[in-house]
C-alpha cells in the first residue's frame, strides 16, 4: 500500500510533473526585491566558492542590482553537485551522480529554482532504498530480496529483544527500521540507533494499531512514513541520536523524491549561465583579513598570489576549507564555531556497465543494501541510449567506510569494491562487463574537505544556535552553504543559506560609497 508520492508508471510522469509545476512559481528572493531599493551605485560584492549557494547568492545579488564577482578555486561549477558522464560529452552518455543525486518535493526552494531555470518538465521519480522489493538486502547467510528481508530480521529481533514479547507488527516495524538504519547510517552511529530503537521506542509502538500501515504483497512491510506522520508522539520516545537521524531515515526513504533527468549538474549549470559575468575558475582563496570597512581576500591564481580589497564578501566554502585558510579580524566565538561544526566523509563509487545486467534480475531502480564495506549500492534510471551502457553506483558510504575508500588510490578502491560486490552481482566479473569505473571521495577532495555537516545528536534548540552561530556575519562577510541552513546535507540547505545571506547584505548595506573590487 502507497500513501503518499508521485506514480511510478511512466504513463503518469506528466501528472504529477505538473503537479509540482504549479505549486512552486514563488521567487525565492521577492520579499528582499519588494522590501528594498537598489545598491548604492558601484556597490560590488566578491562570492567565494561557485557552488549551488555561492551561484544562488551571486544571481539574486544580480537581480538586486548588485556587481557580483565569484571566486572558485577548482575549474568547474557546481561544488557538491558533480554529474560525470561517462563516454564523452554526447548527449545520451550514462552520468554518474557523485555528489547530490535526489530531492524531496517539498523542498521549496530547490523547486523554486528548477522551476526558475526551465527544468520542471525534467523531473523524474527518483527511487531509493526500499523503493524496489526485487533489490537486495545482505545477511550473515548471504542476500534476500527485500520484500522477504523484514521477516527474516523479525525472527533475529524476537531473540535479541527476550524475554520482551512484542507483536509481529511491532516486530516487522523495528526490522524495517533497522535495515534502513544498517544501510544508511556510519558505523559509530549504528550500534546506539539500535539501542534506541529496542530500548525506548518499540513499547510505543507496540501500544499502535499498525494493520493499517501493512504494505506489500502478504503484507511484508510497514509504511515507516505514514506511522511518524500520523503519531508524532513517537518522536519524544526517540534518544538523541535516533531522534536527529529519523529525519534522514525518513527522507531518504521517501517516495516523494526527484531528480533531474540528464543529471543534476544542469541546474547549476544553468545557473552560472544566468550570471552576468563569467566565474573566475582556479582562484583560490586562502587567506580572509576582515576590516572595517572591507575583507582583504588573498587569492591563490595561476601563477602568482593576488590580495584584494572587497567591500562585501559571501563566503560558501565548506567550514573544513575555512579551517585551512588563513583567517584574521575574527572573534573568538566565530572561529570556535568554525573550527566546532560537526562534518561527516562520503565516498560514491560508480561503475559504467555494458548493460544493465541488474534488470534481468527483475531489478528496476532503487538501491540494494550490499552490506560489508560497500554498503548501499543504487540502480539509477537510463535515461540515455542504452547502446551506450549503463551506471551501476557500486558503493555509497558516509563515516569511517567512506574514510576507508577514501585512504586507497582509486585503482585499489574500484578493484576492492568489485571484489566484494560481485558476492552479490557475479555478472561484475564478466569479461568486458565493466567498461569503466570513477569515485569521488569527498573527504579528501580538496575543495569539500567532507562530505556534509551534520547536527546529529543535538536538540532542536542545539540546531537552531548552531545555526544560527555559523551564519552570522563578521562584519563585510557573510556566510551560506548548507551548513548555515536548517537543512544540512541538501540543496535546498545551501539555496535556503545563499537567500538569507542576500537579505543580510541588502539590511546591512549603508549605502555609503565604497570602493569597487579590484
Not at 557538491?80 to 560529452?89: D, E, L, M, N, V
Not at 554526447?90 to 551522480?97: K, L, M, Q
Not at 509481529?168 to 527500521?177: E, I, K
Request: with cysteine; charged share 20%.
Amino acid at each position: 500500500m502507497r500513501t503518499n508520492g508521485p506514480p511510478r508508471s511512466a504513463g503518469t510522469n506528466q501528472q504529477w510533473r505538473g503537479r509540482y509545476r504549479f505549486t512552486v512559481h514563488n521567487h525565492a528572493t521577492a520579499a528582499v526585491h519588494e522590501r528594498h531599493g537598489p545598491p548604492r551605485p558601484g556597490a560590488t560584492v566578491a562570492v567565494v566558492g561557485a557552488g549551488v549557494a555561492g551561484l544562488v547568492a551571486a544571481y539574486e545579488l544580480e537581480q538586486l542590482g548588485y556587481n557580483v564577482v565569484v571566486l572558485e578555486g577548482s575549474r568547474r561549477c557546481g561544488g557538491r553537485i558533480f554529474s560525470y558522464r561517462f563516454a564523452g560529452p554526447h548527449a545520451d552518455s550514462p552520468i554518474a551522480e557523485l555528489g547530490a543525486m535526489r530531492f524531496p518535493a517539498r523542498h521549496i526552494h530547490t523547486m523554486g529554482y528548477v522551476a526558475r531555470l526551465g527544468l520542471s518538465d525534467e523531473l523524474r521519480p527518483f527511487k531509493s532504498l526500499l523503493a524496489d522489493d526485487n533489490a537486495l538486502h545482505g545477511t550473515t547467510g548471504g542476500y534476500l530480496r527485500l520484500r522477504e528481508a523484514p521477516r527474516a530480521l523479525m525472527a533475529e529481533l524476537r531473540d535479541a529483544l527476550l524475554p520482551r514479547d512484542y507483536r509481529d507488527a511491532t516486530l516487522l516495524f523495528a526490522a524495517q527500521l533497522s535495515l534502513i538504519v544498517d544501510a544508511i547510517a556510519p558505523p559509530t552511529q549504528r550500534e546506539g540507533l539500535r539501542h534506541d530503537l529496542h530500548n525506548r521506542l518499540l513499547d510505543h509502538v507496540e501500544s499502535i494499531d499498525l494493520r493499517a500501515y501493512l504494505t506489500g504483497h502478504g503484507e511484508t512491510g510497514i509504511d515507516l512514513h505514514g506511522v511518524f506522520g500520523r503519531h508524532p508522539e513517537l518522536r519524544s520516545a526517540c534518544g538523541g541520536d535516533l531522534n536527529t537521524f529519523l529525519d534522514d531515515i525518513l527522507t531518504e526513504t521517501s517516495a516523494e523524491l526527484l531528480r533531474i533527468r540528464g543529471g543534476m549538474a544542469r541546474l547549476t549549470d544553468r545557473l552560472a549561465r544566468r550570471l552576468r559575468r563569467p566565474i573566475l575558475y582556479a582562484r583560490e582563496v586562502i587567506g580572509m583579513n576582515v576590516q572595517p570597512d572591507g575583507v582583504v581576500l588573498t587569492i591563490r591564481a595561476p601563477g602568482r598570489t593576488l590580495t584584494r580589497h572587497c567591500q562585501t564578501v559571501v563566503c560558501t566554502a565548506p567550514l573544513p576549507v575555512l579551517r585551512r585558510m588563513r583567517l584574521s579580524g575574527f572573534p573568538a566565538d566565530k572561529l570556535d564555531i568554525i573550527h566546532g561544526v560537526k562534518y561527516v566523509p562520503a565516498t560514491k563509487i560508480a561503475f559504467h556497465c555494458r548493460e544493465a545486467f541488474w534488470e534481468r534480475e527483475g531489478i528496476t531502480g532503487g538501491a540494494s543494501f550490499s552490506g560489508g564495506r560497500v554498503r548501499q549500492t543504487y540502480y539509477p534510471a537510463i535515461d540515455g541510449d542504452r547502446a551506450l551502457g549503463a551506471v551501476l553506483l557500486a558503493s555509497y558510504t558516509i563515516g569511517d567506510e567512506a574514510e576507508e575508500w577514501g585512504a586507497m588510490s582509486p585503482h585499489d578502491r574500484h578493484a576492492a569494491v568489485v571484489g566484494e560486490l560481485s558476492r552479490m552481482h557475479p555478472q561484475l566479473r564478466d569479461p568486458g562487463m565493466v567498461l569503466n569505473a570513477v569515485s569521488l571521495a569527498w573527504g579528501r577532495n580538496k575543495w569539500s574537505g567532507s562530505g556534509c555537516s551534520v547536527r546529529w545528536g543535538k536538540t532542536l534548540a542545539e540546531q537552531e544556535e548552531e545555526r544560527l552561530a555559523v551564519a552570522r556575519p563578521v562584519g563585510p562577510l557573510f556566510f551560506a552553504g548548507e551548513h548555515c541552513s536548517s537543512a544540512p546535507a541538501w540543496i535546498d540547505g545551501a539555496i535556503q543559506s545563499a537567500i538569507e545571506a542576500v537579505g543580510q547584505i541588502v539590511r546591512w548595506d549603508s549605502r555609503a560609497p565604497a570602493p569597487a573590487y579590484s
